[in-house]
């Protein structure tokens, strides 16, 4: 297919509106690159703020659950010390005594 001199000057009339849609796409796509780095850029600070706030987080919750772990070791440790002076207040003695009686004749 070979082009015609009548194709040209159709086609040279309309240069300027082809020439205009290429600069608007081609400024588009550094619009929309600038936009996506803006973006990046603050997620990536969103995510360092919230990486500093997950470590502030998990810092109290351990230290949370390791005061409740030490009140639990030491209320254990109360109560076997309690059971410990129970035993040790309770004279020693059997249980059945005094319920069989032996009868010499």
Do not use: F, W, Y
């Not at 509106?17 to 990046?40: C, I, M, N, T, W």
Request: glycine share 4%; hydrophobic share 30%.
């Amino acid at each position: 297919m070979s082009v015609k001199p009548i194709d040209l000057q159709t086609n040279i009339a309309q240069m300027h509106e082809v020439a205009r849609g290429a600069q608007v796409r081609s400024e588009a796509v550094g619009e929309q690159q600038v936009l996506l780095d803006k973006e990046s850029s603050e997620k990536s600070r969103l995510v360092s703020s919230r990486v500093d706030q997950n470590k502030k987080a998990e810092k109290t919750i351990i230290m949370d659950e390791e005061k409740k772990h030490s009140r639990r070791e030491h209320k254990g440790r109360e109560g076997e010390r309690r059971e410990k002076k129970e035993e040790q207040t309770k004279p020693l003695a059997d249980d059945r005594m005094g319920r069989i009686i032996d009868v010499k004749k």
